[in-house]
């Protein structure tokens, strides 16, 4: 019954092991649960592994109990060179760590059904998300003009009601991934509505009325239908100089410090400064052994920005709209998108995770965009998964966004459009 919104494409993931361009055995820390630590003590050759590659944690628990210590090129300790992994090639897959062994998905049970999103910080997972035409199978019998028809038809409930909002976790996924798949709306504005919908949801469930929330999937699933807000959003101007500025802020201040000296992240950074006309400090960066200071300025970017959007970037994706759609689709899915969420061991409101997605749908979009001014009519869907994996390896796994959160007044609808729309 769920099958339409929940992720099966999850079951066709493969890891291709050492032919993988960027694996994940380096880059970030790998914590080790304590099972698998007890289990490489009793073993004498892992022993000596535990003294030199492994610490116990500060407060060791169960699933955290140990961290492998990178080496001086941040790689795992366990990293051979063709690729594979010692403890995976000496001893088998039952002696991974549950990070290892489980990763990219994103394990968990929902309502006793087990789910497994995928991390697209691993490139083959991002592939066979990123590059499906249809990533979700609809609903049976399901037409545009029932888009909305679930939701359309509800029942007013009891809005006095005592009941926890989780209740409607599955109604509120449903919603959300039916919006940013309704492609009678350009993208930003979809996002838009969503952002509407998630600071209504704040309210009401900070007031204690969660039991209004299927009445406002109704009201907005009505307002979405009949287009009500089309015109307003239609009316709002573009702010690519405001966009480009966040841009460059979270590139400058929040990726690149400690992601320069990622190879592929240098690749992506270094194709978005010539796109937007730097390509001075283009070959700094190349040239670099470290952290580098990039001088951008908004005046000499914008223009550059701006032709790259609309000469290359806004045609390759109406050529391949299921691009982006379907990073929003799997992280709306891996996050729990609204209703459950815990970013980095916080719990974060529906309005909260709205901006989240935002921020880094914003900078994957704005690093696109000056990609596509460097490649030009090469652009291509291998940029796109490119990018989108090694951005997600640098904010996924860190608190890289966390601080930008209330960025320009993030929770005011315009500072928002000005994120989303060119």
Same mark, same amino acid.
């Given at each position: 019954?769920?099958?339409?919104?929940?992720? $099966?494409?999850?079951?066709?993931?493969?890891?291709?092991?050492?032919?993988?361009?960027?694996?994940?055995?380096?880059?970030?820390?790998? &914590? /080790?649960?304590?099972?698998?630590? @007890?289990?490489? $003590?009793?073993?004498?050759?892992?022993?000596?592994?535990?003294?030199?590659?492994?610490?116990?944690?500060?407060?060791?628990?169960?699933?955290?109990?140990? /961290? %492998?210590?990178?080496?001086?090129?941040?790689?795992?300790?366990?990293?051979?060179?063709?690729? +594979?992994?010692? %403890?995976?090639?000496?001893?088998?897959?039952?002696?991974?760590?549950?990070?290892?062994?489980?990763?990219?998905?994103?394990?968990?049970?929902?309502?006793?059904?087990?789910?497994?999103?995928?991390?697209?910080?691993?490139?083959?997972?991002?592939?066979?998300?990123?590059?499906?035409? $249809?990533?979700?199978?609809?609903?049976?019998?399901?037409?545009?003009?029932?888009?909305?028809?679930?939701? +359309?038809?509800? @029942?007013?409930?009891?809005?006095?009601?005592?009941?926890?909002?989780?209740?409607?976790?599955?109604?509120?996924?449903?919603?959300?991934?039916?919006? /940013?798949?309704?492609?009678?709306?350009?993208?930003?504005?979809?996002?838009?509505?969503?952002?509407?919908?998630?600071?209504?949801?704040?309210?009401? %469930?900070? =007031?204690?009325?969660?039991?209004?929330?299927?009445?406002?999937?109704?009201?907005?699933?009505?307002?979405?239908?009949?287009?009500?807000?089309?015109?307003?959003?239609?009316?709002?101007?573009?702010?690519?100089a405001a966009q480009l500025k966040m841009v460059l802020d979270v590139v400058?201040?929040?990726?690149?410090?400690?992601?320069?000296?990622?190879?592929?992240?240098?690749?992506?950074?270094?194709?978005?400064?010539?796109?937007?006309g730097h390509e001075d400090s283009a070959q700094?960066?190349?040239?670099?052994?470290?952290?580098?200071?990039?001088?951008?300025?908004?005046?000499?970017?914008?223009?550059?920005?701006?032709?790259?959007?609309?000469?290359?970037?806004?045609?390759?994706?109406?050529?391949?709209?299921?691009?982006?759609?379907?990073?929003?689709?799997?992280?709306?899915?891996?996050?729990?998108?609204?209703?459950?969420?815990? &970013?980095?061991?916080?719990?974060?409101?529906?309005?909260?995770?709205?901006?989240?997605?935002?921020?880094?749908?914003?900078?994957?979009?704005?690093?696109? %965009?000056?990609?596509?001014?460097?490649?030009?009519?090469?652009?291509?869907? =291998?940029?796109? /998964?490119?990018?989108?994996?090694?951005?997600?390896?640098?904010?996924?796994?860190? =608190?890289?966004?966390?601080?930008? +959160?209330?960025?320009?007044? +993030?929770?005011?609808?315009?500072?928002?459009?000005?994120?989303?729309?060119?």
């Amino acid at each position: 019954m769920l099958d339409h919104i929940r992720p $099966q494409y999850a079951k066709r993931f493969r890891c291709i092991g050492g032919e993988c361009e960027d694996n994940c055995c380096h880059g970030w820390e790998v &914590t /080790v649960d304590k099972a698998t630590y @007890k289990k490489y $003590q009793a073993i004498p050759a892992l022993r000596k592994i535990l003294a030199q590659s492994f610490a116990l944690t500060n407060n060791p628990d169960d699933n955290k109990y140990a /961290v %492998i210590k990178h080496t001086a090129s941040t790689n795992c300790p366990m990293l051979l060179e063709d690729g +594979l992994c010692r %403890i995976h090639k000496e001893f088998g897959a039952d002696y991974l760590p549950t990070t290892c062994a489980t990763y990219p998905r994103c394990s968990r049970r929902v309502d006793g059904l087990l789910e497994q999103p995928l991390q697209l910080s691993c490139p083959e997972a991002a592939r066979l998300v990123l590059l499906e035409p $249809q990533l979700l199978t609809p609903r049976r019998g399901f037409t545009e003009s029932s888009r909305y028809a679930s939701f +359309l038809t509800k @029942k007013p409930e009891n809005a006095a009601a005592q009941v926890n909002a989780s209740r409607y976790y599955w109604e509120g996924r449903e919603f959300s991934l039916m919006l /940013v798949q309704d492609r009678s709306y350009p993208l930003w504005q979809r996002l838009f509505l969503l952002g509407m919908f998630c600071k209504r949801l704040d309210a009401v %469930i900070a =007031e204690h009325r969660a039991a209004s929330i299927p009445n406002l999937l109704r009201e907005y699933a009505e307002i979405i239908r009949r287009g009500d807000l089309r015109s307003s959003m239609d009316g709002i101007p573009a702010r690519p100089a405001a966009q480009l500025k966040m841009v460059l802020d979270v590139v400058t201040r929040r990726l690149a410090p400690q992601d320069l000296r990622i190879t592929r992240f240098r690749q992506c950074l270094r194709d978005f400064l010539r796109g937007t006309g730097h390509e001075d400090s283009a070959q700094k960066l190349d040239a670099a052994e470290s952290q580098v200071t990039l001088a951008l300025t908004l005046e000499t970017c914008t223009p550059h920005y701006l032709e790259a959007y609309e000469r290359y970037y806004a045609p390759f994706m109406e050529k391949h709209p299921f691009l982006i759609e379907n990073y929003l689709i799997n992280h709306i899915i891996r996050m729990g998108f609204p209703f459950r969420s815990k &970013t980095l061991g916080q719990i974060v409101s529906p309005l909260q995770q709205f901006v989240l997605m935002c921020l880094e749908y914003a900078v994957i979009k704005g690093l696109l %965009i000056g990609m596509s001014g460097h490649y030009r009519d090469a652009f291509a869907p =291998e940029h796109v /998964v490119k990018l989108i994996q090694v951005v997600t390896k640098s904010i996924e796994h860190s =608190e890289t966004l966390l601080p930008a +959160l209330n960025w320009q007044g +993030l929770a005011d609808p315009n500072s928002i459009a000005a994120l989303l729309k060119n």
